[in-house]
């Protein structure tokens, strides 16, 4: 079964740090970029990072560049989303995604079309 799974998500103060890990099942994570998105309520979902299949090129939204870190390892077929220096904007449902090529391209912010999603995790930042 085809499957990508969220966890690391939480409760975190204004100027924290949470990690979230994307492990995946089913399917080899070589061949594949990985994004990390989020959605906030009342809006919708953005491209937060991506990482291609080889991890030497990565992007970020201009609202977490410096402060979210994204990585992965592809022998344990996991991604993950470092992120420091929170702020309370930063809460929303973060999901990762399977792009349907190893590049994440010069639309990787965009949701759709996305091989496969995984559930999300919630991140709360607040005092």
């Known amino acids: 079964q085809l499957q990508l799974v969220e966890s690391g998500g939480g409760l975190v103060q204004p100027g924290g740090s949470l990690r979230l890990s994307c492990g995946v099942s089913g399917f080899t994570l070589d061949y594949y970029a990985i994004g990390w998105f989020r959605q906030a309520p009342g809006k919708e979902r953005e491209g937060v990072s991506c990482i291609s299949s080889s991890g030497l090129t990565t992007n970020y939204a201009d609202s977490v560049k410096g402060r979210f870190t994204i990585s992965r390892d592809n022998a344990k077929n996991m991604v993950y989303l470092q992120m420091n220096s929170l702020k309370p904007e930063d809460t929303a449902v973060y999901f990762c995604?399977?792009?349907?090529?190893?590049?994440?391209?010069?639309?990787?912010?965009?949701?759709?079309?996305?091989?496969?999603w995984g559930q999300g995790t919630q991140v709360t930042v607040s005092e």
């Open positions: 995604a399977a792009y349907s090529q190893s590049g994440c391209g010069i639309a990787w912010y965009v949701t759709r079309n996305r091989k496969y």
